[in-house]
């Protein structure tokens, strides 16, 4: 029946659209401070790596393995990794004023390889396939009742993992942080204006390092929890290409969102019904290429930047010293 | 004004110094609360400099600020905030897509949870008290000049500034915005506030100021109750006694009318009007002078003149060739008019960001004008190599070699590069963009010697200079500007400094 | 008191920007950045694998250049890498940051292999000849649309061109689909016509010799595009434009130069070399079309043509180099995978290494002075 076709489409689009938009969450942050991260698809492929890692090794070192632990190891590991690549971009970005795409293109070179080669190095099995059921049970479980109970409103507002709903959260907290903290409002003026924002106290090279490093972190969270949500906890070495392609579609959703946390809702969704096409639309006799499906949020994303551009709103424009670099005038 | 009180601010054997040139030497004096002192320059006398040392922007080489009798080490626009001290600059620092509320909290540490709706309440204090007017959820982005300045003014209050300083502040402003304008500052005064405003406009100075500090080439001269003041003293303290300069004026018979600028109107990019009805006649064989205080429209000018700058309808700029023919610069770009086979050379004020390509050699900034010479695809490189063998054997640069890249060459040399090109290409109009800035005394006389052969060769030059010595010694005449308007062509021979002084910082009623 | 202040609030040095630095000692630099990478991954491999250094760089060198075949396999791969730097020289030089290479060689390679694949009956020289226009002409617009939008409403171009790649990707895959149908692969495009092969060029007969080595002419091709883009950058008007637009607009505007109108050309041209590439790459290797025919050189291309400073000579020295690292370090992990070293570590390898090394511009453009010896440096 069209319906259940259109709820299964709309369900795996969400599931999918939770994790790019935590990557893209992070990477909101870090362009808010003024630096374009071009190696947020390294910097989710290393969060990732070491996030299933280290559950991996868990579980299969314990007879019964606590839920808790393994959250707080999926994700803290895969935080602190990936804070670790932010750390890199922000030493030669801010500190060492190394232009910034350059950088991040070689951080993702670098993160990519690295995630392989820490899968490989620990998980001993270059082709192969692993996967750690405890670490999927526990990271993509449902709210009890309201997931199975409700009808349609369970299938399609209540039946993801609670990860997906954590990170509805995160977004609503990125919003608060930004529009309604202090240190929000010095953090957009430093993307905005740095000079400004210098002038005026505000600790500049402190805040695009935080910046880059609580973001990677997030981008990093978004590794594992693609792993858990989308390859439903199973790991190869040879998914970390398809995870870097999420990362590079997260860099787009950024420009999509209109670097608005909020927008990112359901620019998300829009990407992963686009993505998702590819299964559905022939279930319901639609046939058309799915090539040409899985293009449109790239193409979507360039309307924006032009119809932005063209619009001349300044609400709506990225920061404006995005991928500038900012030393103080020597004085 | 009472002299028992202890002044809010003394500055005591003040030195700055910028490589080897001194902005200010050994600046002594004291500024009170409850008054407005107004500090009273020409361009390069140091003022801004002075100021910038109280904000926090440079620390000084030597002597001491006392801020209310307390001796105080201003290290960073931080440090004045918390000694009360908030500067209004010239360029605003504000962030365009925030509101007025977000700008003013920008920064702030220590207040408490973040709360915009209070700290709006707070701004609309401020402003019913000292008589603003100011919208704190608008924003930057929308605001006229005049408001980004309020702005920038509630923003120094709000952080409990005492001592208010304001960098040349009606610059910007329509004179209706300027009164309003002073009148806050009154309040201010009334309020027990010292205002510093740094300016050069002498009836300004007389209708707001209470006392009138001068600096001269970055010396201290004097202070005077602003009641016992005229304009004509003050242009006396302000531009010194005449230098006699052994500049040679070399005369010329044969004067040819060569350009002739008529009713131009210009905006700059942020839609001010930079330019109002200007017109004047540029004749070969004679250097047309323009002064000016800077910013009153002369790079506005010289840039609409090649063919850079946007003029208004309305507007005319003709060329009288040598043979006699008349032709149209408007609306022409640079590539236009010389393709009409009109040498027209312009050195600009920005050597390094516009006329000279920094990081090429000699060779390669010689190409700058010629490059697109011939048809074939490959740029003529003999030519410009010789040219510049030339330049630097004729004008004595010092380079390693003609190839390395100019930026590295001492500011003297640079500008002889630049000046040399453009008068290789023998022109018929020769503009100068504050041609001595920063050179030294030889430098410059190699300069003025330039500019006299051109002149005798039949060029008509305009020099845009600000050492009115200079501009006296070496033009034939001199047209004022004054706020994007002409306020006098005078006859340098006849004229006196005061009064180029004057028609700089007077606006004629006519001319208004 | 003064001074209790001063040694509170001093930082320990601060940055100067220098522009002074001398050719030799620059690349001095850089070489010691390089051998300072070489000296951490022999740490690393040993730590990793117990290979000692020795057999290490031995291994390193061998597969880069220890037989004719991997010799062939390593200029091959630095060709195409040379290649697309080139593309990306006028573009850079300009200051328009193209990150939208590996999209440009993708449909330029696209056109090329559409044109092989469907007009199988055209005569050899007009086929070759409709290819490369195609390939010029595919790569040349995915190079002109943000070069418009940049020129007429200042839209980011490196978002714009990043974009743009994957865009190219998609297309690719399309007709990938679409050919292959219900195969598993592609597979190679007039395996047995070979039409469209810069091997149909000549004849059958004569097989032996670089002559008929589809390779060779390659790189043959390669290099002519190298030594015209240097002189095209040095010696031409247009050349000169580009260096003056990158200088600053405003001294271009002085100049007399439309600044739009370069911008426009040169990344028509940019990205019309990026599609030849294409083309080349589709005619004479890989003989179809995928997604993965840039090999990911699009974006290590920006890297190269950024460390080489706009000089397409020294582009073939740091290709050349990349790709050594990376067929070297593929031979490493085919000895010692069983040991745990592998492919993935060469990546981490090669990566660190250009971290290390695109680190060390730090300290060509800028020095560190510390406050101590302010007066003493500043005087020098």
Redesign the interface.
């Given at each position: 029946m069209t319906v259940d076709i259109l709820i299964g489409w709309l369900q795996q689009a969400i599931r999918f659209a939770a994790f790019i938009m935590l990557a893209s969450l992070g990477e909101l942050l870090i362009e808010k401070s003024g630096s374009?991260n071009?190696g947020t698809p390294g910097t989710m492929c290393v969060g990732a790596a070491a996030g299933f890692i280290s559950v991996f090794y868990y579980c299969n070192s314990t007879e019964d393995p606590n839920a808790a632990i393994i959250i707080l190891l999926a994700l803290g590991v895969s935080f602190v990794a990936a804070t670790f690549m932010g750390v890199?971009f922000g030493f030669?970005t801010i500190s060492?004023?190394?232009?910034q795409?350059?950088?991040g293109?070689?951080?993702?070179?670098?993160?990519?390889?690295?995630?392989?080669?820490l899968?490989?190095?620990f998980i001993?099995s270059?082709s192969g396939n692993v996967r750690c059921q405890e670490a999927y049970d526990v990271l993509t479980a449902k709210i009890p009742f309201l997931s199975d109970k409700l009808g349609y409103v369970s299938d399609i507002l209540f039946s993801y993992g609670f990860m997906v709903y954590a990170t509805i959260a995160l977004i609503v907290g990125m919003m608060i942080f930004l529009y309604?903290?202090?240190a929000g409002?010095?953090l957009?003026?430093v993307g905005?204006?740095p000079?400004?924002?210098d002038?005026?106290?505000?600790n500049v090279t402190g805040y695009k390092y935080a910046a880059a490093c609580v973001g990677s972190g997030l981008i990093g969270m978004a590794g594992i929890f693609c792993v858990m949500e989308f390859k439903s906890g199973a790991w190869a070495?040879a998914d970390v290409p398809a995870i870097e392609a999420f990362g590079?579609l997260a860099?787009?959703l950024v420009?999509f969102a209109l670097w608005k946390p909020i927008n990112l809702l359901w620019g998300a969704v829009v990407f992963g019904v686009c993505y998702w096409a590819e299964s559905y639309l022939p279930q319901m006799g639609i046939v058309i290429?799915?090539?040409?499906v899985?293009?449109l949020p790239?193409?979507i994303?360039?309307l924006v930047?032009?119809v932005v551009?063209?619009r001349?709103n300044?609400?709506n424009?990225?920061p404006?010293s995005?991928?500038l670099p900012y030393?103080r005038e020597?004085? | 004004m009472n002299t028992n009180m202890t002044p809010a601010v003394t500055f005591r054997g003040v030195t700055k110094t910028f490589g080897d040139n001194y902005a200010n030497k050994d600046i002594t004096m004291d500024i009170y609360s409850g008054e407005i002192l107004a500090l009273l320059g020409e361009n390069g006398s140091g003022k801004t400099t002075l100021m910038n040392m109280l904000s926090g922007i440079y620390y000084p080489d030597g002597g001491e600020i006392f801020i209310r009798g307390k001796k105080a080490a201003i290290r960073s626009p931080h440090d004045a905030h918390e000694l009360g001290i908030g500067m209004i600059h010239q360029h605003f620092k504000l962030v365009d897509v925030f509101t007025a509320t977000e700008n003013v909290l920008l920064g702030i540490r220590g207040e408490g949870k973040y709360n915009p709706a209070a700290a709006a309440a707070r701004i609309r204090e401020i402003c019913a008290t000292y008589g603003f007017e100011l919208d704190p959820s608008q924003k930057v982005y929308d605001m006229t000049v005049s408001q980004k300045q309020t702005l920038e003014i509630v923003k120094a209050l709000y952080r409990g500034a005492e001592i208010l300083i304001l960098d040349e502040p009606t610059a910007v402003l329509t004179p209706q915005e300027a009164d309003k304008l002073f009148s806050v500052l009154r309040n201010m005064r009334a309020e027990g506030k010292t205002v510093i405003i740094i300016t050069h406009k002498l009836q300004e100075v007389l209708s707001i100021s209470d006392r009138v500090a001068i600096l001269r080439k970055g010396g201290y001269i004097d202070t005077v109750d602003t009641s016992s003041a005229t304009e004509l003293s003050l242009t006396e303290l302000m531009v010194g006694k005449k230098v006699e300069l052994e500049i040679e004026r070399p005369s010329v018979k044969d004067r040819v009318l060569r350009l002739q600028v008529q009713h131009v109107n210009a905006f700059n990019s942020e839609g001010t009007q930079v330019l109002t009805d200007v017109s004047f006649d540029a004749y070969g064989g004679e250097i047309l002078g323009i002064a000016g205080i800077s910013g009153c429209g002369q790079k506005e000018l010289l840039e609409a003149v090649a063919g850079l700058q946007k003029v208004e309808e309305g507007s005319e700029i003709l060329y009288d060739d040598p043979k006699g023919k008349r032709e149209s610069l408007l609306g022409k770009s640079p590539k236009q008019i010389k393709r009409m086979g009109i040498s027209l050379s312009f050195v600009p004020e920005d050597r390094l960001g516009m006329g000279l390509v920094g990081s090429m050699g000699m060779t390669g900034n010689m190409m700058l004008k010629s490059y697109s010479d011939g048809r074939s695809l490959i740029a003529e490189t003999k030519a410009p190599k010789e040219l510049a063998e030339k330049i630097r054997d004729e004008l004595e640069v010092v380079t390693p070699s003609i190839n390395t890249p100019v930026r590295r060459l001492s500011g003297g040399n640079i500008q002889k590069v630049l000046v040399g090109r453009e008068i290789a290409s023998s022109p018929a109009v020769l503009m100068t963009a504050y041609a001595v800035r920063g050179l030294d005394i030889n430098a410059s006389y190699t300069i003025y010697h330039l500019l006299n052969q051109q002149k005798q060769k039949g060029v008509a030059v305009i020099f845009v200079g600000e050492d009115l010595d200079v501009l006296l010694a070496l033009c034939d005449r001199i047209l004022v500007l004054c706020g994007g308007r002409v306020n006098g062509i005078v006859d340098a021979k006849e004229t006196t400094k005061e009064q180029i002084g004057y028609l700089m910082t007077n606006l004629k009623e006519e001319n208004a | 008191m003064s001074n209790q202040m001063t040694k509170k609030r001093e930082p320990l040095f601060h940055i100067v920007r220098r522009d002074n630095m001398p050719m030799l000692a620059a690349w001095g630099y850089r070489i010691g950045a390089f051998v300072l990478a070489l000296l951490l991954n022999a740490v690393f491999v040993w730590c990793m694998v117990r290979v000692d250094p020795i057999t290490f760089y031995s291994t390193m060198w061998e597969g880069a250049f220890g037989s004719e075949s991997y010799i062939w396999a390593t200029l091959k791969a630095a060709a195409k890498l040379l290649c697309i730097a080139v593309a990306l020289s006028p573009a850079f030089k300009m200051r328009f940051w193209n990150i939208g290479a590996e999209g440009q060689v993708l449909i330029g390679g696209m056109a090329a292999a559409f044109v092989m694949y469907h007009y199988t009956a055209l005569p050899t020289v007009v086929l070759f000849l409709v290819m490369i226009i195609a390939s010029i002409i595919a790569g040349g617009i995915w190079g002109f649309l943000p070069a418009f939008f940049k020129a007429k409403m200042n839209a980011n171009e490196t978002l714009f061109t990043l974009m743009m790649n994957y865009i190219a990707m998609n297309v690719v895959d399309y007709f990938y689909d679409k050919w292959r149908g219900f195969r598993s692969a592609l597979g190679i495009l007039n395996q047995n016509t070979k039409i469209g092969w810069f091997a149909s060029i000549w004849k059958d007969n004569d097989t032996d010799g670089l002559m008929t080595n589809e390779d060779f002419w390659f790189i043959v091709v390669i290099l002519v595009i190298m030594t015209l883009m240097f002189f095209y950058l040095k010696l031409t008007k247009q050349g000169y434009e580009i260096s003056v637009v990158g200088e600053s607009h405003n001294m271009a505007r002085y100049a007399g130069i439309s600044v739009n109108k370069v911008i426009l050309r040169t990344m028509i041209l940019s990205g019309a070399i990026c599609g030849f590439c294409g083309f080349l790459v589709v005619s004479s290797q890989s003989h179809t079309i995928s997604s993965g025919l840039a090999s990911g050189y699009g974006f290590t291309a920006i890297i190269v043509a950024w460390l080489s400073k706009f000089n397409t000579f020294t582009m073939a020295g740091v290709s050349l180099l990349i790709v050594a690292l990376e067929k070297g370090s593929a031979l490493m992990a085919n000895t010692y995978g069983m040991r745990g070293f592998s492919s993935s570590a060469a990546d981490v390898m090669v990566g660190a290494m250009l971290l290390l090394i695109i680190g060390s511009e730090f300290f060509i453009n800028y020095k560190l002075m510390f406050r101590k010896k302010d007066k003493e440096v500043q005087a020098a």
């Open positions: 374009l071009l890199l030669f060492l004023r190394i232009n795409n350059v950088v293109l070689v951080m993702t070179m670098f993160g990519c390889g690295l995630a392989e080669f899968s490989v190095y001993k270059e309604r903290t202090r409002l010095n957009r003026a905005e204006n000079g400004t924002a002038a005026a106290g505000i070495t590079w860099v787009a420009i290429s799915t090539d040409i899985q293009m790239y193409v994303t360039i930047l032009i551009n063209l001349k300044k609400e424009q990225g404006a995005l991928g030393f020597e004085r | - | -």
